[in-house]
């Protein structure tokens, strides 16, 4: 988990994406795993 949200982060940063949409995308993925049960970590 922690490595997908530094990626975002990275494309975010050089860019590739906006940073608004990896804002949301980050939401998104928090979201799913915290509905799955697991702790996020970091």
């Known amino acids: 988990l922690r490595l997908a949200v530094k ?14 949409t990896a804002a949301r995308r980050k939401s998104r993925l928090m ?3 915290s509905a799955a049960g697991a702790a996020p970590t970091g």
């Open 31 to 33: 979201r799913r795993v």
């Open 7 to 20: 990626r975002i982060d990275q494309a975010a940063s050089k860019g590739l994406i906006h940073k608004n």
